[in-house]
């Protein structure tokens, strides 16, 4: 009998459940209204938390509450240094936290400081 090949991994579940976090902190909510909202059950959460992807109904369910392409979460998407747009990342995440208007300007100049700093750090060889 040959051998399988090793497991791909299609979705990027653990990088979908941070995203989630991310919406869920920026509306101040708990997990528990984050389910209410989406209209899926606590449980499903919980199990994302563990590890476990979510069914595709739940999938759904939490792209569009939070706003997300699913896209975004597929495996064996070609690594780039741009978006799709053409905008580096790193300049994106600039104006999300510039245009939020849960954060002082402030505020936003030194989350955007801090990311910078650390993306320097991580990213240099």
């Known amino acids: 009998m040959p051998a399988r090949p090793p497991e791909r991994k299609l979705f990027d579940g653990d990088g979908f459940y941070a995203a989630l976090d991310s919406a869920r902190i920026a509306r101040k ?30 999938l759904a369910a939490l792209c569009r509450w939070a706003s997300l392409d699913a896209q975004d979460f597929m495996g064996g998407k ?42 320097k750090r991580l990213s240099e060889g």
């Open 78 to 119: 070609p690594s780039t240094s741009k978006s799709e747009s053409g905008t580096p990342p790193l300049a994106m995440i600039s104006t999300y936290l510039r245009s939020d208007p849960n954060l002082k300007p402030e505020a936003a100049e030194m989350l955007d400081d801090l990311i910078k700093i650390t993306y």
């Open 29 to 58: 909510l708990k997990w528990k209204d984050v389910a209410g909202q989406a209209g899926i059950s606590a449980s499903t959460l919980t199990r994302m938390a563990q590890g476990r992807r979510p069914d595709v109904d739940s």
